[in-house]
């Protein structure tokens, strides 16, 4: 059973001269409209095109102000932090006790893993 795909364009199915009449039409239409705002004294009919906008463009002082704030961002980041910073930053260090016990509880689980590994193994 094939299933059909939908219509994604329903004007890739017409002929050229199809597509051209099409586009009398819609031109015929264009004018009326426009003759038909003249008339009732309208600069502009709502079905007609809007107008395309412009791209804005920031001006040099504004990019000057803000490559200067980011500048200035930037060598924030890369000096030398304060005392305040500086404490906030402090490395925690472990002592050897700490750190042998830790190391032993981790032998301990290897161990209690591995035992159990070999039981399955031998079952």
């Known amino acids: 059973m094939q299933k059909r795909m939908k219509k994604i364009n329903p004007l890739a199915e017409l002929s050229v001269r199809q597509l051209k009449r099409a586009l009398a039409i819609k031109q015929e239409i264009a004018d009326l409209e426009n003759e038909l705002g003249q008339l009732l004294g309208e600069e502009e009919t709502a079905a007609g095109p809007a ?20 500048k200035a961002r930037w060598a924030d980041q890369k000096t030398e932090p304060t005392p305040e910073k500086a404490l906030r930053k402090k490395k925690r260090i472990i002592s050897a006790e700490g750190r ?9 689980r290897w161990a209690k893993y591995n035992a159990e590994k070999k039981k399955k193994a031998a079952a």
């Open 51 to 70: 107008p395309r906008t412009r791209k804005r463009k920031m001006s040099a002082a504004a990019r000057a102000k803000i490559s200067a704030a980011q």
């Open 100 to 108: 042998a016990g830790l190391i032993a509880g981790a032998k301990a």
